[in-house]
């Protein structure tokens, strides 16, 4: 009997197995890995991939037949590796890995195009003037109706009596989105010395075949993006059919992307990300496994297209956090670009001005090859960095700006050039609190505080979206007008400045003033042309965007990220500073960055202003190294949750004595989440160090199998965690 294992979007480790029956190869062709199938699952049928066929022989299994194969075409080879393989080193499910590479086939097309021409040679039985005059507009094209009666300046009407006559007939054309072959010769860039050698390095590595990983190192403004572009083009002027995945972590950066590409290539490449609507995401899915599209800019989620001729994925802002996906199926969208490239036998392109240790102790150990970008571009400088003591320049009670950074503003201001204050929290005050009894403000059901929020008038929990009026008397003592707003966020800054410089043209730039890409874009737009002379941002503004009059850059609170005991707490706060300080004089003007600190000694903030990226590397590096932290070892969390605390408590007892005997490797915990209530579920942790060479994901599955969870509790594996 022929057997197939197929990947159902089930919460389950393995491949379900199903007969084949006969009739069904007799109909298609013999089943094989990729293909898309409909299975029974209890009553219902539903859409699954086939990993494997096989033959058994004298099994007295009884297996529920496939019922059919479905239309739509195969998974490559490639994807199907590749989510087989992230199911496994994530120890998530593969048939939910599966389901992800699927999501492109879950929108309808979009609707067929109608459009008329003429039908053979019949003439009108009456030619009036309107109706000669439409034949004549028409010739012998094919026109949406519309745009025709429009075109011979008739009535719609005119129209439709000739397609009742049977004079003209309503074709449907098939809605296949066309993308234009990219020319790599569009418009070229004439590269300097670093850069035409990290664009030959790359091109090379990709015309040699097989695995090539790749760090792009240069501080910003020093034409990564050109080098990568550059790159690209002799991919494409080897093989015009070559596939290249652009990653951002962030959908506000795609637009200036897409057009920089657009501009150098003559082509617009294909867009992938959730703010692409989902008829438009299928079309995308469907010519990328046809073959007809080159280049998608996406982010991380494009890691699951099916490509076919993958030869270079990009990771562009490689140290960014946001690759990291921790809601639903939890991974890494870098580390994951990595394992792509390397079942496709492509080059993989990290690019960063600050990259992660991790991929820096790759780099450094030779797994990957380290291109590096020497100044900026042009006679662009990177700015002066200089700490601002907050002891000794102590702004007055309830404003954020101290003395010298309104004066710096002020000064440029005067100049006509632009200011970006940074700071990154949105909203008005992280805190509201009681002065009567002390009480903070916390969402019903969440371990957090409430944000206050000026524009929309309410107090907002940023981790579950929960919202209410800010109230008149606090919710817990009952006291009046005794309600206060503790700390700035934006908001609140950008209050003090137009209090400061009432003339200036101010804006907020965070999730909450441009929710989505199009907002993000106008915001932009307007700062890219001069309306706007003091920018207030979250960090929504401070990755990756080129202000060319933008230069000062005030950090509001350089102290905030050093605070709180996480992992990463350095490196953020180091790579976020250095990205902000960053957008300062990018073009012709020099800039400078000042960053107010109540800490000016930590050496996070000292090797910023000496602009000494080495220094913090290192010094950041052998903490880790003495803790055996990452890059020197590896960690695993698990997270347990839900509404009731009593079960919660005791799965994670039950996980603790289960514990298999394993070397070079701790568990820690169970203890509270950092979050240890969210929504109303109580969340427990476990976290798991082990030296580099333990198989974690092997000691992980073992473990796991040895406690039952019950129904009501909810276990997610988090390898590698972003956040510690
Ligand atoms: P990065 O990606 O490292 O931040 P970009 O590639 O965006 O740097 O380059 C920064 C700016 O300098 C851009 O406006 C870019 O067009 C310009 N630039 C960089 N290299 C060149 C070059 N070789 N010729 C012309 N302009 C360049």
């Given at each position: 009997?022929?057997?197939?294992?197929?990947?159902?979007?089930?919460?389950?480790?393995?491949?379900?197995?199903?007969?084949?029956?006969?009739?069904?190869?007799?109909?298609?062709?013999?089943?094989?890995?990729?293909?898309?199938?409909?299975?029974?699952?209890?009553?219902?049928?539903?859409?699954?991939?086939?990993?494997?066929?096989?033959?058994?022989?004298?099994?007295?299994?009884?297996?529920?037949?496939?019922?059919?194969?479905?239309?739509?075409?195969?998974?490559?080879?490639?994807?199907?590796?590749?989510?087989?393989?992230?199911?496994?080193?994530?120890?998530?499910?593969?048939?939910?890995?599966?389901?992800?590479?699927?999501?492109?086939?879950?929108?309808?097309?979009?609707?067929?195009?109608?459009?008329?021409?003429?039908?053979?040679?019949?003439?009108?039985?009456?030619?009036?003037?309107?109706?000669?005059?439409?034949?004549?507009?028409?010739?012998?094209?094919?026109?949406?109706p519309a745009d025709l009666a429009r075109a011979a300046g008739v009535s719609s009407g005119v129209v439709k009596g000739l397609i009742d006559e049977g004079v003209l007939e309503i074709i449907e054309i098939a809605a296949e989105a066309a993308f234009d072959r990219p020319d790599p010769d569009h418009a070229p860039a004439a590269l300097n010395g670093d850069q035409a050698a990290s664009a030959t390095a790359m091109a090379d590595g990709v015309a040699g075949g097989g695995?090539?990983?790749?760090?792009?190192?240069?501080?910003?403004?020093?034409?990564?993006?050109?080098?990568?572009?550059?790159?690209?083009?002799?991919?494409?002027?080897?093989?015009?059919?070559?596939?290249?995945?652009?990653?951002?972590?962030?959908?506000?950066?795609?637009?200036?992307?897409?057009?920089?590409?657009?501009?150098?290539?003559?082509?617009?490449?294909?867009?992938?990300?959730?703010?692409?609507?989902?008829?438009?995401?299928?079309?995308?899915?469907?010519?990328?496994?046809?073959?007809?599209?080159?280049?998608?800019?996406?982010?991380?989620?494009?890691?699951?297209?099916?490509?076919?001729?993958?030869?270079?994925?990009?990771?562009?802002?490689?140290?960014?956090?946001?690759?990291?996906?921790?809601?639903?199926?939890?991974?890494?969208?870098?580390?994951?670009?990595?394992?792509?490239?390397?079942?496709?036998?492509?080059?993989?392109?990290?690019?960063?001005?600050?990259?992660?240790?991790?991929?820096?102790?790759?780099?450094?150990?030779?797994?990957?090859?380290?291109?590096?970008?020497?100044?900026?571009?042009?006679?662009?400088?990177?700015?002066?960095?200089?700490?601002?003591?907050?002891?000794?320049?102590?702004?007055?009670?309830?404003?954020?700006?101290?003395?010298?950074?309104?004066?710096?503003?002020?000064?440029?201001?005067?100049?006509?050039?632009?200011?970006?204050?940074?700071?990154?929290?949105?909203?008005?005050?992280?805190?509201?609190?009681?002065?009567?009894?002390?009480?903070?403000?916390?969402?019903?059901?969440t371990d957090s505080w409430l944000v206050e929020h000026r524009y929309t008038g309410r107090l907002v929990c940023h981790l579950t979206g929960f919202s209410m009026a800010r109230p008149k008397l606090c919710p817990s003592c009952g006291a009046e007008d005794s309600l206060v707003s503790v700390g700035p966020g934006v908001e609140r800054v950008e209050e003090e400045v137009?209090?400061?410089?009432?003339?200036?043209?101010?804006?907020?730039?965070?999730?909450?003033?441009?929710?989505?890409?199009?907002?993000?874009?106008?915001?932009?737009?307007?700062?890219?042309?001069?309306?706007?002379?003091?920018?207030?941002?979250?960090?929504?503004?401070?990755?990756?965007?080129?202000?060319?009059?933008?230069?000062?850059?005030?950090?509001?609170?350089?102290?905030?990220?050093?605070?709180?005991?996480?992992?990463?707490?350095?490196?953020?706060?180091?790579?976020?500073?250095?990205?902000?300080?960053?957008?300062?004089?990018?073009?012709?003007?020099?800039?400078?960055?000042?960053?107010?600190?109540?800490?000016?000694?930590?050496?996070?903030?000292?090797?910023?202003?000496?602009?000494?990226?080495?220094?913090?590397?290192?010094?950041?590096?052998?903490?880790?190294?003495?803790?055996?932290?990452?890059?020197?070892?590896?960690?695993?969390?698990?997270?347990?949750?839900?509404?009731?605390?009593?079960?919660?408590?005791?799965?994670?007892?039950?996980?603790?004595?289960?514990?298999?005997?394993?070397?070079?490797?701790?568990?820690?915990?169970?203890?509270?989440?950092?979050?240890?209530?969210?929504?109303?579920?109580?969340?427990?942790?476990?976290?798991?160090?082990?030296?580099?060479?333990?198989?974690?994901?092997?000691?992980?599955?073992?473990?796991?199998?040895?406690?039952?969870?019950?129904?009501?509790?909810?276990?997610?594996?988090?390898?590698?965690?972003?956040?510690?």
């Open positions: 009997m022929k057997v197939a294992s197929v990947l159902i979007p089930l919460p389950v480790p393995e491949a379900f197995d199903y007969e084949v029956p006969e009739a069904l190869s007799l109909a298609h062709g013999d089943l094989a890995r990729g293909d898309q199938v409909a299975v029974p699952l209890g009553p219902r049928l539903i859409r699954g991939v086939v990993s494997e066929v096989f033959e058994t022989t004298g099994s007295n299994r009884r297996l529920k037949a496939i019922d059919s194969v479905l239309d739509d075409p195969p998974l490559p080879a490639g994807v199907m590796d590749f989510v087989e393989w992230a199911g496994r080193w994530t120890l998530s499910a593969p048939g939910e890995m599966a389901a992800t590479a699927l999501k492109g086939l879950r929108a309808p097309r979009p609707r067929p195009e109608r459009r008329v021409r003429r039908l053979g040679e019949r003439s009108p039985s009456r030619a009036t003037p309107a109706r000669t005059g439409v034949l004549e507009t028409l010739g012998d094209r094919a026109m949406p695995f090539r990983p790749f760090l792009l190192d240069g501080v910003t403004g020093s034409g990564k993006t050109e080098a990568y572009l550059e790159a690209i083009a002799r991919v494409l002027r080897a093989d015009p059919a070559a596939q290249i995945l652009i990653l951002l972590p962030e959908i506000a950066l795609t637009q200036a992307l897409i057009e920089r590409i657009t501009a150098r290539f003559g082509a617009a490449p294909a867009e992938w990300h959730s703010g692409v609507a989902p008829p438009r995401r299928r079309q995308v899915w469907e010519a990328v496994v046809a073959g007809r599209c080159n280049i998608v800019v996406g982010a991380r989620s494009a890691l699951f297209l099916p490509f076919v001729n993958l030869r270079l994925i990009v990771v562009d802002e490689e140290h960014d956090g946001s690759f990291k996906q921790e809601e639903g199926l939890v991974y890494h969208g870098r580390d994951l670009a990595v394992a792509r490239a390397r079942i496709e036998g492509a080059a993989v392109v990290l690019a960063s001005a600050t990259p992660s240790l991790e991929t820096l102790w790759n780099a450094q150990s030779g797994r990957y090859d380290w291109l590096k970008l020497g100044a900026r571009h042009g006679t662009a400088v990177l700015p002066d960095i200089a700490l601002l003591d907050l002891r000794q320049n102590t702004p007055d009670p309830q404003t954020w700006l101290s003395q010298p950074l309104r004066l710096a503003i002020g000064e440029t201001l005067l100049r006509g050039e632009q200011t970006l204050l940074f700071l990154n929290r949105r909203g008005y005050a992280p805190v509201v609190l009681c002065r009567a009894c002390g009480h903070r403000l916390t969402a019903p059901d137009r209090q400061l410089f009432p003339e200036a043209r101010t804006a907020v730039f965070s999730s909450d003033t441009a929710p989505d890409a199009r907002s993000a874009r106008a915001l932009i737009q307007k700062m890219t042309d001069g309306e706007i002379d003091i920018l207030v941002a979250t960090q929504a503004a401070a990755k990756g965007h080129n202000f060319p009059r933008l230069t000062l850059v005030g950090v509001v609170d350089a102290d905030l990220g050093l605070r709180g005991g996480d992992l990463r707490a350095a490196e953020r706060t180091y790579q976020l500073l250095a990205q902000a300080t960053g957008r300062a004089g990018r073009a012709d003007r020099p800039g400078r960055a000042l960053l107010q600190s109540w800490t000016p000694e930590h050496p996070v903030l000292m090797a910023l202003a000496a602009g000494d990226r080495d220094a913090f590397v290192e010094a950041e590096m052998s903490e880790r190294e003495v803790a055996s932290l990452p890059p020197y070892g590896r960690l695993a969390a698990i997270i347990l949750s839900s509404e009731n605390a009593a079960a919660v408590e005791k799965t994670a007892n039950d996980l603790a004595q289960a514990i298999p005997n394993a070397e070079r490797l701790e568990v820690y915990g169970p203890a509270d989440a950092p979050l240890a209530l969210v929504r109303g579920r109580r969340r427990k942790r476990l976290l798991v160090r082990a030296d580099r060479d333990v198989n974690l994901q092997a000691f992980l599955r073992a473990w796991l199998q040895r406690v039952k969870v019950p129904g009501s509790v909810r276990l997610t594996v988090d390898v590698d965690p972003y956040s510690f």
